[in-house]
């Protein structure tokens, strides 16, 4: 949400505490503010109507986990789908082109692990393994979620064309197109995450490229 949702969500707030015969304080409101603001106001209205029509809770006023838990689904939930994105990503765009995904855990995540293109270099073998990996950490970050990630990942081409001083193209943009840029737009300290990046790929690519020893 943006300042211009502030009003928006109070209104909201105020609903939900009429509903439920709770006073709505500032400081109330505020909590929730700070807890939800990273959320679109769309997606927060939604899931507190969910709650609210939930048989099982929906007689409770909702607090923030339980607004959350609407949002996002549960850990599990959430980090499978995150996982099937990110595995269609692999088959479909590969490790030449940087992508920003509209999910910045899945960016937290995948910088975890080494960056995009050491994750599109694993074997058939190994992607089982590489799945629950991604899947425990972004189950992680569900429930803290990072204070940082970066704007978006870094494939082989652009770090080649970089170096070389070419045209960088601008990353492909992975799901819901607005979403993937406002991720791009709030990632931190990008010119040290992308040479960060940077050097993970060259390490990998020369690797690739180191001639085997003969037995």
């Given at each position: 949400m943006e300042t211009h949702d502030i009003s928006k969500f109070t209104t909201l707030m105020a609903g939900i505490g009429?509903?439920?015969?709770?006073?709505?304080?500032?400081?109330?409101?505020?909590?929730?503010?700070?807890?939800l603001k990273s959320y679109e106001i769309q997606d927060v209205q939604l899931a507190f109507h969910s709650h609210i029509q939930n048989p099982d809770c929906g007689q409770y006023f909702p607090k923030p986990a339980d607004v959350l838990r609407f949002i996002e689904g549960s850990g599990e939930t959430k980090a499978l789908q995150a996982w099937a994105v990110v595995e269609k990503a692999i088959y479909l765009v590969g490790k030449y082109q940087s992508l920003a995904f509209d999910d910045p855990l899945i960016h937290a995540v995948l910088e975890d692990m080494g960056g995009w293109v050491q994750l599109c270099a694993i074997t058939l073998e190994d992607m089982p393994f590489r799945a629950n990996e991604f899947q425990k950490r972004y189950m992680g970050f569900v429930q803290r979620r990072p204070n940082r990630y970066p704007p978006y990942l870094l494939g082989i081409t652009e770090f080649e064309n970089s170096k070389n001083g070419y045209e960088v193209k601008a990353p492909l943009l992975i799901g819901n197109a607005q979403k993937a840029a406002q991720v791009i737009r709030g990632g931190g300290g990008c010119a040290l995450?992308?040479?960060?990046?940077?050097?993970?790929?060259?390490?990998?690519?020369?690797?690739?490229?180191?001639?085997?020893?003969?037995?």
């Open positions: 009429e509903l439920y015969a709770k006073t709505i304080s500032a400081q109330l409101i505020d909590i929730y503010w700070q807890v995450e992308i040479q960060e990046q940077g050097r993970v790929v060259a390490k990998l690519l020369a690797s690739l490229t180191e001639p085997k020893e003969k037995h």
